[in-house]
């Protein structure tokens, strides 16, 4: 039982193989939604490099992700993928490569892979554990399967399958590393880069200044034509190139339990809360719960604690009102047992229990626990150790069920037998903790939701909007008075959220599916807490922003650089700061410790001209103006920092290789993706 439990974990640390059920589930949900079988055998979720990434291979990939995967870890997933494909291609096609006994040695050699060390690391000591790894390779590799069921050896079966996508990650890891070096490799700093990054930060003045903000300069001071506006869209434009995008305008009405609902969910609640407090079988009562095993009473919430710790066998809290839900907390047992127990089994198949029995005869003749363990118990995982299953607390065992768990916490002292639905067990606890107070807590909890009927009010409201207004240009006004408004938002075929609408990525598909002034169903967003129609306003290629998009940003530009060359010229006029402050206005500030390794200054912002020219300065001399980013600055050096400092080489070069490592990781990528043909097309899928 043991070894197959720590199998399933184990191949749920490295990932979990789809089954049939929920990729039937996929393809109906996928097919429902107005595609044909044929259709998904055509459309691909991504091309990468003309080679495509189709829907059973991302399907096969996610559900290896295991249970509750979001549309974050779908994208995630996605980008994965396809930088996984095209580091692959950049490697082929350079010649870089890991040979099978290189991946030998980095899974069992001398040289172990991170991914490995990471997985494999023993909770107790904090370092890698060879044998740990050994140990379960032996166990998915060679376990005796003769004597398991079909639902067991399929679990092996895909804990194989699980190791072998897992070496193919260590591969993928291998060779992504030997890419980055060979990459960050061709900047290693020389002596000059070394010694000019040191001296800039050895340069540090305090600086006297006068700002001049654009703001404040009206925008009739200077005039921009058109064709300089063009000209800087085409002289800017491989800045422009964007991703493929949709505007689309939407209407969400937000569903919220209404007052009605609040009265009606707490006279729903007093009516359960009766049967809750009287009732032997509180599992019988709709909302309520009850855990199998014992809690710690020092463990729980605050409001359980408070009301436990109190409480008599069968006694009911008052009424919680906390999270927008109702709650009652009825105490079923209490007792006082041990926190945490060191336990050692051995384990027969159902159809040994005479074994079972000859064998408990012999332990308590004083027969050697241990090596009975090692002889006969089918569980050949801790048979290796005695039998021994380690420390493990009451929750740990609810899989094994309410028996196994009161002889392990609750039961007498020497060897027990107990029966589970993996076998029969001889149990025996080597080591306890102190007792401490422990209880069994059921819970009653009805969540506020909105009702039927406001759903219906909410769903008529926009029903009515999309029949008066939906099909025509008059989408996009509004209805004020029946709290109608019309919002705007670019997305991306990678978004998740809308706006304020979280998890609305049905939306996000929907819309890259649909033609430009087409106008959506109803969608019934989070849970149904919001109600959302839109319409496709317009559909970007992904190639360059539209000028007539960027034309007021790049106006705006211009102009800013128009004022600020004229209020620099206006500015070398004058010989003090005091001057040129009355003149405009405003007043002499300071900054101090203006150093050219940092952009941002005390009291300005981010100002990297001005922080890159000011250390460079002469003392008490009225410097050119400077046009920053959001200000023309006049400006003196007050005060030259004197910092007594000795270039250290090798501390620089690591400060410098640190530096650089993070900008080359970021960029690395950036670069890896410039140089592959990628065709996103995946809200065919989700």
């Known amino acids: 039982m043991a070894t197959l439990q720590k199998i399933r974990n184990q191949a749920g640390l490295l990932i979990v193989v789809i089954g049939v059920a929920l990729l039937s589930f996929i393809i109906g949900d996928f097919l429902s939604s107005g595609n044909t079988f044929l259709q998904m055998g055509r459309n691909n979720v991504a091309k990468v490099n003309g080679t ?75 370092e890698f554990d060879k044998e740990m790894l050994n140990a379960y390779l032996t166990q998915i590799f060679t376990l005796d399967q003769s004597t398991m069921s079909e639902e067991d050896q ?22 992504n590393r030997k890419m980055f070096n060979l990459v960050s490799k061709s900047l290693l700093p020389n002596d000059v880069d070394l ?62 339990p209404t007052q009605e609902d609040y009265v009606a969910t707490e006279t729903l609640f007093n009516t359960l809360a009766e049967e809750f407090a009287t009732t032997e079988n509180v599992r019988h009562v ?16 605050p409001k359980m604690k408070e009301f436990v710790s ?54 308590k003749k004083g027969g050697d626990f241990a090596a009975l363990a090692k002889e006969y118990s089918v569980d050949t995982n801790t048979a290796a150790d005695g039998g021994s299953f380690g420390w493990f607390t009451e929750p740990m065992l609810s899989q094994m069920g309410t028996k196994f768990a009161d002889a392990a916490f609750r039961g007498g002292k020497g060897v ?60 996009s006004e509004g209805d004020i008075e029946n709290g109608i408004s019309v919002q705007t938002a670019k997305i991306t075929r990678a978004d998740v959220n809308l706006s304020y609408v979280p998890n609305a990525r049905e939306i996000i598909q929907w819309a890259f599916n649909a033609d430009e002034k087409e106008l959506s169903k109803i969608f019934e967003v989070e849970n149904k807490s919001f109600m959302v129609v839109a319409k496709v306003a317009k559909i970007s290629d992904g190639e360059y922003e539209a000028y007539e998009d960027l034309e007021p940003l790049l106006k705006t530009r211009l102009l800013q650089e128009k004022k600020g060359e004229k209020v620099a010229e206006l500015l070398k006029g004058y010989s003090s700061l005091e001057d040129a402050a009355a003149a405009l206005h405003s007043k002499v500030d300071t900054a101090k410790s203006v150093v050219f390794r940092s952009s941002v200054l005390a009291g300005i912002g981010f100002e990297p001209k001005l922080a890159g020219a000011a250390p460079y300065a002469a003392v008490n001399e009225i410097q050119a103006p400077v046009q920053g980013s959001r200000a023309v600055y006049l400006y003196k050096v007050v005060n030259d920092n004197a910092v007594i400092s000795t270039f250290d080489k090798e501390s620089e070069k690591a400060i410098y290789n640190g530096t650089m490592s993070k900008y080359m990781y970021q960029k690395y990528f950036e670069l890896i993706y410039s140089l592959t043909d990628v065709k996103d097309n995946r809200t065919i899928i989700y």
């Open 195 to 256: 010694e000019a990054s040191f001296a800039q930060t050895v340069k540090n003045v305090d600086i006297a200044y006068v700002p001049q903000l654009y703001t404040a300069i009206p925008d009739s001071m200077v005039s921009v034509s058109e064709k300089e506006v063009k000209n800087l869209y085409a002289k800017k434009r491989e800045s422009f190139k964007t991703q493929e995008s949709r505007t689309i305008e939407f209407v969400a009405l937000s569903v919220a």
């Open 154 to 175: 399929a679990q092996i079966a895909m804990a194989q399958e699980n190791w072998y996508a897992f070496e193919d990650a260590v591969k993928d890891d291998r060779i």
């Open 286 to 301: 709709q909302y309520a719960k009850l855990p199998n095993e014992y809690q710690t009473v020092s463990g729980m919430n």
């Open 52 to 126: 495509a990434i189709t829907p059973d291979e991302f399907q096969l990939k996610l559900a290896q992700l295991g249970a509750n995967v979001t549309d974050a870890d779908k994208n995630r997933l996605f980008q994965e993928m396809v930088m996984g494909m095209a580091v692959a291609d950049c490697a082929e096609n350079i010649g870089i490569s890991v040979s099978s006994e290189e991946l030998k040695d980095l899974i069992k050699g001398e040289n172990i892979s991170p991914m490995v060390k990471q997985q494999y690391t023993n909770p107790q000591t904090g």
């Open 416 to 475: 027990q037998k107990v029966k589970t639905q993996f076998g029969i067990h001889l149990l025996e606890v080597t080591d306890k903790t102190k007792p401490v107070e422990k209880a069994q807590v059921a819970q009653l909890v009805v969540e506020v939701k909105a009702s039927q009927d406001t759903q219906e009010a909410q769903y008529d409201k926009l029903s009515r909007y999309i029949t008066e207004k939906g099909d025509s240009d008059k989408f």
């Open 310 to 363: 109190k409480a008599k066998e069968n006694e009911v809290s008052g009424t919680i009102f906390e999270n927008n839900a109702y709650k009652k907390y009825r105490v079923m047992s209490k007792t006082v047992a041990p926190d945490s127990v060191e336990a050692r089994h051995i384990m027969f198949a159902a159809s040994q229990e005479a074994l079972c029995d000859s064998i408990f005869d012999v332990l």
